[in-house]
């Protein structure tokens, strides 16, 4: 995955971690029909397993006794590991606990429904037996086999769809690739690469695995556009109905990522189908020492927020260097799997919101004559719901099938609801309703947006080791500010905002810890900061209030909606609940 708080690399990856129209226009007929099809089928399936796994799970985020901050797979590049010291690893990758079995059946087990593993990763080390590079794990390891045969075999037993992971760009091992400038000069020719490695190791995997359903290329940069259309051509002959992801470049992939653990805050179907790369903890990469792992709940309520918004989630788990998924990873993955068992009706092969997103009390997910509430932060005993035009002929609990009381006069809708939630983690009232097309009255329809709008924490992408969310006060905090990697709250609005906005913000502080400077920013991918709104943190009490900043303005190309501290972090433990954006 990429760096995200390596500020030299935000520019490289501009095109690909931008949601893109898909550029399928000039392949042949019969593969634009095998390309649709494909993404009617990844449609349906909106649950994926990201596997991160390589030579990086051995020093698991340190490196000569040093911890090393940042995400566990860019050590070698964060160290500046010397490409003769980072082979050694090599000879200590000996995953005997590897399963195939097991990792296929814990992502059946998790509801996930397809699966993405590294078959190379930015340290240029392929996880599969290659005839074009030696630094292979069949060829350069005590294991001396190819995991990815069995693992393909036993998605396939389970009906999962199986796919790669392939840095086509960045590639620290390799003089003409991008990323290590430790070790080879500046100048690159990037064809000799592309010809020497990348062409023919994509060559391979397309041809040793079966039935690819992707290819989920990352961080490009390097590549010209003539060199791209080059590789999307040879992945389209070899398997015509292989997706491919945007982060190809240049706007040639066939879905869209949006950046890692990046949510758009209102639902997105502009540009086709998309996808929210997202990890379970911290890292991608296995790394010892990064146990903040994410609650059940949060990650429950992030896949019904995703899919009410029309994306796919593909959710990371880093196998260690013994080949052994962490267990944290495992529970929390049977959790969701759980509670996909009982309500996976409401997730699987449903279309997006027809509402704008107003709160966090609830998203919505439809089908034909059916649409599903989700309940994420229980309401109490009533929940209004506005703008259904279809009259309800029948609303149950999915989990339960118990009737949902509830009252019906025009466009409003009103449940009666007991005073604790049915389910723990995201309750589900199924509404069957009259006519198939959900019908939702103007001013209320998805990409109509508010006067006032509310970007509550719980939405935002949290950036950084210490930040943490709280769901008891639904608020982040522990802003701590370092030189280079402060924890920041990220909202992406995908040009679903335009305009100046009178800017407010909930929070609380104690007293004793105000004073530290904040910037709330309007951040433009490629071009930095926009504009900015500065100011300093209160005290409140340690109560929540609500309070003015300012005006702030977010244009369609505006990418990331930005908070932090600045120069100090005396301020970190204030907590930080929602910023209101009023027109």
Same mark, same amino acid.
């Given at each position: ?48 397993? !990201? ?9 698991? +985020?340190?490196?000569? +006794? ?110 003409? %690739? ?262 939702? %009255? ?36 522990? !802003? ?14 995908? +040009? ?88």
């Amino acid at each position: 995955m990429p760096n995200t708080r390596s500020v030299s690399l935000i520019l490289a990856m501009a095109a690909a971690a931008a949601i893109t129209g898909r550029a399928a226009s000039d392949d042949p007929p019969e593969v634009r029909a095998a390309t649709e099809k494909a993404l009617r089928d990844f449609d349906e399936r909106k649950f994926g397993m !990201f596997i991160h796994w390589g030579l990086y799970a051995i020093p698991a +985020g340190e490196w000569k +006794g040093k911890y090393v901050r940042g995400i566990g797979e860019w050590i070698m590049f964060r160290e500046k590991i010397p490409v003769k010291e980072y082979e050694q690893l090599a000879k200590q990758f000996n995953p005997v606990k590897f399963n195939a079995d097991e990792w296929a059946g814990l992502a059946q087990e998790a509801g996930m429904r397809y699966l993405v593993i590294t078959s190379k990763h930015h340290d240029g080390f392929a996880m599969f037996k290659s005839n074009v590079s030696k630094f292979n794990i069949a060829d350069a390891t005590p294991y001396k086999k190819d995991p990815m045969v069995p693992l393909s075999a036993a998605c396939a037993r389970r009906g999962i769809q199986f796919g790669f992971y392939y840095s086509q760009d960045q590639d620290w091992h390799e003089p003409n %690739a991008r990323g290590n400038n430790w070790d080879f000069p500046e100048e690159r020719n990037a064809q000799i690469y592309l010809e020497g490695k990348a062409l023919p190791q994509v060559k391979e995997i397309l041809s040793g695995y079966g039935k690819l359903s992707l290819i989920w290329f990352d961080t490009p940069g390097l590549l010209s556009e003539q060199q791209v259309t080059d590789l999307r051509r040879m992945v389209k002959t070899l398997q015509p109905s292989c997706l491919i992801n945007s982060r190809i470049g240049h706007g040639r992939g066939d879905y869209a990522q949006t950046g890692d653990n990046a949510i758009p805050i209102q639902v997105y179907t502009k540009d086709g189908k998309w996808e929210v790369p997202a990890t379970l903890n911290d890292t991608w990469g296995y790394k010892k020492n990064d146990n903040n792992w994410k609650d059940p709940r949060d990650l429950i309520g992030k896949l019904a927020d995703i899919v009410s918004k029309g994306g796919n989630y593909l959710l990371n788990v880093g196998p260690t260097a013994e080949g052994i998924i962490p267990k944290p990873s495992q529970d929390i993955l049977r959790v969701m799997g759980k509670w996909l068992k009982v309500n996976g009706e409401s997730i699987y092969g449903t279309s997006p919101s027809p509402f704008y997103i107003q709160d966090i009390t609830w998203r919505a997910t439809a089908k034909p004559g059916k649409l599903y509430l989700h309940i994420l932060n229980w309401p109490g005993t009533s929940l209004k719901i506005e703008g259904l035009q279809n009259k309800v002929l029948k609303a149950q609990f999915l989990a339960t099938k118990a009737a949902v009381p509830f009252n019906q006069k025009g466009a409003v809708l009103q449940f009666t609801l007991p005073a604790k939630p049915v389910d723990p983690y995201n309750t589900v009232i199924a509404l069957d309703l009259e006519g198939s097309d959900v019908r939702v %009255a103007d001013g209320f329809r998805a990409g109509q947006l508010p006067n006032r709008l509310d970007l509550y924490a719980w939405v935002a992408r949290l950036r950084g080791e210490e930040i943490r969310y709280d769901f008891e006060t639904q608020s982040a905090s522990h !802003f701590k500010v370092f030189q280079q990697e402060n924890n920041v709250l990220l909202w992406y609005p995908y +040009g679903s905002l335009d305009g100046s906005f009178e800017v407010e913000m909930t929070y609380s502080c104690p007293d004793a810890a105000a004073g530290s400077k904040f910037l709330l920013s309007s951040e433009r991918r490629g071009a930095g900061t926009e504009e900015r709104l500065a100011g300093v943190i209160q005290g409140t009490g340690g109560k929540f209030v609500t309070r003015k900043l300012g005006r702030l303005t977010v244009r369609p190309q505006t990418s990331a909606i930005q908070f932090r501290l600045v120069e100090d972090d005396k301020s970190e433990s204030m907590k930080l609940r929602k910023i209101t954006l009023i027109r």
